[in-house]
């Protein structure tokens, strides 16, 4: 699960955009007027139209900053007009965004003799720089641990289902002052890791779909192996901390109310980054801050919630995507075309099913939420990298532009997609867990069978 070479790793992009078309950014308006100008000139021809354009592009971008353009890379435009090519702003910022995820995974125990396992080995001082990002302009509020409901061969829960022990699975954080004057708001940060536990493993594979419960709306539904790890609450060892949503939604909610009171002007913005089962989180955090509204300041003005996605599946139903739209949750998922775990739940019933299957699955079809920044990228030396989020940030680092073609963005077979999403997860977890390989190549061949895949 950690950052693994890659052989010229290729980044392609593109979005996935919602039936609602978004508005044009700022941005694009200018840079069309500019070349409407042009074009509408009879004295300039069309090379010296084009020119015109890539000037026009080029002194858009270098004049460009964070400050100035904060709310279109939190997507208040469904990032239109900065994916294709890549802003590099944006680029930069979605690269900074999973480093901060990917410190999740540099500063866990994860020896099963530690007395701290799956613990965070630092405090919360210290722990940004203890994972090599120290210059990262965040202070780190609050540890979040999660508890999943499951049983487990050998696990904390000898007999039917039972509470586990509760893992760390992230921080929350806010940007420092000298940060904020740099991003042009007080961002206060939630990042969160991907699968690690062979308890949270067996959580993943709770596919169903079934109403999300954090409202009133029982049309909502989301996976029930995630909603599991979000609501469940660890058992009599667990100091009461509450469950992850608590943790969460506790903490965001204190610090939006903290700093707007002492900073009554400043502008501020929630991010919510995440990897893998990471950005579930994440996504069911940003519907949940948003229909409580807890993401609203001390003066009642709504703070924008943006989730960076990075290499996450697909969470819940249409009605939850459309309830996120409405609530104007904005999210960006970054995917690679060769990750299965993108393209997982829902192999088979999901937003692009058609015909007699559609009609039938009804609102039980899985559904992705937000805008696709799609790369490409695979190494021939470790094939499970397709979904290790190293990779992922340094293809958005490479930064490589262009159009997925459809041979690559398609599944040529759901039930092969599976079962491949289900062994890269596993090796991720076995990697974790330093078991070596042909354990886990033992293990993969467990989950297999047992899931009848083939």
Known sequence: MTSSAMIQPRCTLHQARSTRRPEPSRASFA??????????????????????TSAARRTSTTASSVATMWRQVQGSHDWDGLLQPLHPVVRDEVARYGELVGACYKVMDVDPSSARYMCCNHAKERVLEEAGVAEAGYEVTRYIYATPDVAVAGGPSTSGRGRGRASWVGYVAVSTDEMTRRLGRRDVLVSLRGTVTQAEWAANLMSALEPARLDARQDVKVEAGFLNLYTSSPGGGGGGMGSCRDQLLREVSRVIKSFSKDRP?????????????????????????????????A??????????????????????????????????????VRDPVTMLPGALFNEGTRGFLASWAAGDSYTHVGVELALDFLSLRDLGSVHD????????????????????????????????????????IQRAAAFALPDAALGIGGVVQSLGLI
């Not at 840079?31 to 015109?52: D, K, L």
């Not at 919630?305 to 697909?314: E, I, L, N, Y």
Request: proline share 2%; charged share 20%; net charge positive.
């Open 31 to 52: 840079a069309a007027a500019t070349v409407n100008e042009a074009a509408s000139s009879p004295s300039i021809s069309a090379r010296a139209s084009a020119r015109v």
């Open 265 to 297: 002007r400043e502008d501020m913005s929630v991010t919510l980054a995440g990897h893998s089962m990471g950005s579930a989180l994440a996504m069911l955090l940003g519907y949940d801050l948003s229909q409580l509204g807890l993401n609203r300041d």
């Open 299 to 336: 003066s009642g003005r709504r703070v924008p919630v943006t989730v960076f996605s990075f290499g996450g599946p697909r969470v819940g139903n249409a009605a939850f995507k459309d309830r996120c739209d409405e609530l104007g949750v904005k999210v960006l998922r970054a995917a690679n």
């Open 389 to 428: 989020l190293g990779a992922y940030v340094s293809s958005i680092k490479a930064g490589a532009c262009g159009k997925v073609s459809k041979s690559d963005n398609a599944v040529a077979d759901s039930r092969g997609a599976a079962v491949l999403a289900k062994a890269m997860e596993f090796v991720g």
